[in-house]
């Protein structure tokens, strides 16, 4: 057993539930419980991060002895972990829900590595705690196999994301209604090892606000600042205004740069409820989530949402200002006025229109990107919706394009309808030639415009369907697809020879297959 030095703060500083039994129970003045997971029957090792673990300074040998299975399904406990659930609220699909918490997650301590980098362990289905309401605290095979591949994958895209470790398998199964539809099943049940330097959300910070309570209020916000922006303590006392309203404008900051992410690569959340917003700007709670294959700003991957779509690709954006505002009203009794609030929602509008042009300009490959040049990339995007035309296969094809001979045929593999292809034939024409003319009048040597292509255009992204075949054959009991996958997306940007069908179109029976294109919150 490697030993990792645990410092753990957030019990060590915060305040917590005095009582320390399972029954679910509202938890107030305090903001966790002490939990220990619950042990399942027989846990065997999945599938791990081989990068997480070096950083963790755990040997290939250990990772794959009983022991890590033991200790990553939560049946043992290592020398220095301090178990406990954490108190958080939420604005659930536009509407207050009041107390949430980790319901299934349950957080084993604070390592700091050897490069002094904080990393959080938390277990993902490890058993019920007082959070779990009506729900079992448990976590089924094919949802922890999604959480733990996107994780990674985000990771490796140069997406802001909480990590994760491993993944086991408990051994025993886990009852689901799927679809909600009457028909509950019992599936292999798993756990996921999360990695991050801190799990909390905004909702930690509205579930002591919307109860009054101020002190506690305080002291988390104290408490985060810091730990978790140490950069800023630095500049003064984490309780000064100044530094407050620093903070503020960071956390707007880092969600409006998130949300540009998200937009680039083509990542749709699917559930984001402000407890399931980091306040460190990552990705986080990988539920019902989703790749746009054909490109649809309106497209959301999540059943319970298909109504209002409120949590649409091209929406979230506006969510990510709507969460902010609710944290923002949390905070406003910490605050002494509103207005460095206010300037820290005003400054989320600037960061993602900063973010967006970056990420705009590196996707067309410009030097600088104007204006127009955000038309330019409005107008390809109504013609791929259109069109149905796969995103990421049109934006890598994008990097190939000639601006010498702009009528050649270009990324005929990435659509959907060869009718729709015909029809939209002249408008792309029209479209290349536009595109032809920027990039001359930009006048760089191709290869250094193709390389920032191919660096923010990637090859490999874990389409739904190639999530649900890994997922399919591991339910069968063979997991080496997992592995793939997460081998194949430690490098997406890069061709891999031999590999070219997980680059390929989502074929036409994954179109309307549950998982593949529609997921409920049921996991
Ligand atoms: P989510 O929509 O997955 O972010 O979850 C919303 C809330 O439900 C969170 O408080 C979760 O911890 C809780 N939750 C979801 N699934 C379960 C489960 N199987 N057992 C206990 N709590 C759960
Ligand atoms: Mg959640």
Not at 36 to 45: G, N
Not at 248 to 253: A, D, I, N, P, S
Not at 291 to 305: R, S
Request: net charge negative.
């Amino acid at each position: 057993m490697p030993s990792l030095l645990f410092d753990n703060r957030f019990v060590r500083e915060l305040p917590g539930d005095p009582e320390q039994s399972l029954r679910r129970r509202q938890v107030h003045g305090a903001l966790y419980s002490r939990v220990v997971p619950t042990p399942v029957a027989a846990p065997h090792l999945l599938a791990w991060s081989p990068e997480l673990a070096q950083a963790l300074g755990m040997e290939e040998a250990w990772v794959r002895s009983p022991e890590f299975a033991q200790v990553f399904a939560g049946n043992t406990l290592m020398p220095g972990m301090e178990p406990y659930s954490a108190a958080y609220g939420g604005h659930q699909f536009g509407h207050w829900a009041g107390q949430l918490g980790d319901g299934r997650a349950i957080s084993l301590g604070e390592v700091v590595n050897d490069q002094g980098e904080r990393l959080e362990l938390q277990l993902k289905g490890a058993g019920p705690t007082p959070y779990s309401r009506s729900a079992d605290g448990r976590a089924v095979l094919r949802s922890s196999i999604r959480e733990f591949l996107c994780s990674e994958a985000m990771h490796h895209l140069g997406v802001p994301t909480t990590r994760a470790l491993s993944l086991v398998g408990t051994g025993e199964s886990v009852v689901r209604d799927m679809f909600y539809d009457g028909r509950p099943r019992a599936e292999p049940g798993a756990v996921v090892c999360r990695v991050a330097p801190s799990f909390l959300r905004f909702g930690n910070f509205e579930l002591p606000a919307s109860r009054g309570d101020v002190a506690l209020l305080e002291r988390l916000l104290s408490f985060t600042i810091a730990r978790d922006f140490p950069e800023l303590a630095a500049a003064g006392s984490p309780a000064s205004p100044e530094v407050r309203a620093h903070w503020f404008t960071e956390v707007c900051e880092r969600t409006a740069r998130l949300m540009a992410q998200w937009m680039r690569v083509g990542f749709v959340h699917g559930v984001m409820n402000t407890d399931n917003l980091s306040i460190l700007g990552l990705t986080i709670d990988y539920g019902p989530y989703g790749w746009v294959d054909d490109f649809d700003l309106g497209w959301t991957p999540n059943t319970t949402d298909a109504q209002g779509r409120r949590y649409r690709f091209g929406n979230q954006p506006q969510i990510g200002y709507w969460n902010l505002e609710q944290l923002a009203n949390a905070l406003l009794p910490v605050f002494a006025d509103a207005k460095p609030l206010e300037a820290g929602l005003e400054r989320y509008v600037e960061a993602f229109n900063l973010a967006t042009r970056a990420c705009v300009g590196a996707k067309l490959g410009l030097r600088q990107c104007t204006d127009d040049d955000l038309r330019l990339m409005g107008d390809l995007q109504a013609l791929m919706q259109d069109a149905e035309v796969d995103m990421t296969l049109f934006f890598r094809a994008l990097g190939e394009f000639d601006e010498a001979a702009p009528r050649s045929p270009l990324g005929a593999e990435a659509f959907y309808d060869p009718a729709k292809r015909e029809r939209a034939a002249p408008a792309f024409a029209d479209w290349l030639e536009r595109y032809g003319a920027r990039l001359r009048a930009d006048a760089r040597p191709v290869h250094e415009r193709r390389a920032q292509m191919h660096a923010a255009n990637p090859r490999y992204v874990l389409r739904n369907y190639l999530a649900q075949e890994a997922i399919d054959r591991a339910e069968q009991g063979d997991a080496r697809g997992v592995t793939e996958l997460l081998d194949l997306l430690r490098h997406p940007y890069e061709d891999q020879p031999g590999l070219e069908r997980f680059a390929g179109r989502r074929p036409d029976w994954a179109r309307d297959r549950a998982g593949c294109s529609m997921l409920s919150c049921s996991s």
